[in-house]
């Protein structure tokens, strides 16, 4: 995130009325100066909704997963776009950083799938239950 605002701060530090009001910046100069809001496309605000997180290991992990593989395509999508290299190459090492993420978030689901016990993969919170509740295997109130 702090990349990001830095690269929007030196685009936007020295731009004239003139240059806000050409390039359909002058809304978001209304409300935020030339202060970083964080804003999807879209101009849908950032908000904790973007944000998931259930308190299961095997559910956290594959929405981190696929959080990874979203900014990695926001990052493909951005230098198609984007021509300047000073703005291109910080994108291009965030981009590598999801990457990286993405792997090690594997990695981590997949040491949480060997501790587990693989016929219960999909039908337990492992975070939660313990196969006490009910007398049932899963702790759910289903049966294997």
């Not at 690269?7 to 935020?32: A, C, P, R, W």
């Not at 997963?65 to 190459?89: G, H």
Request: with cysteine; aromatic share 10%.
């Amino acid at each position: 995130m702090e990349m990001i605002c830095a690269i929007i701060y030196q685009l936007t530090k020295n731009m004239t009325m003139e240059q806000l009001k050409e390039s359909g910046f002058d809304t978001y100069y209304v409300d935020h100066t030339s202060a970083l809001w964080p804003t999807a496309a879209a101009g849908i605000p950032n908000n904790a909704c973007e944000y998931q997180s259930k308190g299961d290991v095997l559910t956290d992990l594959f929405e981190d997963l696929a959080a990874e593989q979203k900014a990695r395509t926001t990052y493909d999508n951005l230098l198609r776009v984007v021509k300047d290299p000073d703005v291109a190459d910080p994108l291009r090492f965030l981009r590598m950083r999801e990457v990286v993420h993405f792997q090690r978030f594997g990695e981590a689901l997949r040491i949480a799938q060997e501790h587990l016990d693989s016929k219960n993969f999909y039908i337990m919170n492992p975070e939660f239950d313990t196969g006490i509740a009910n007398g049932s295997n899963s702790g759910c109130g289903c049966d294997k």
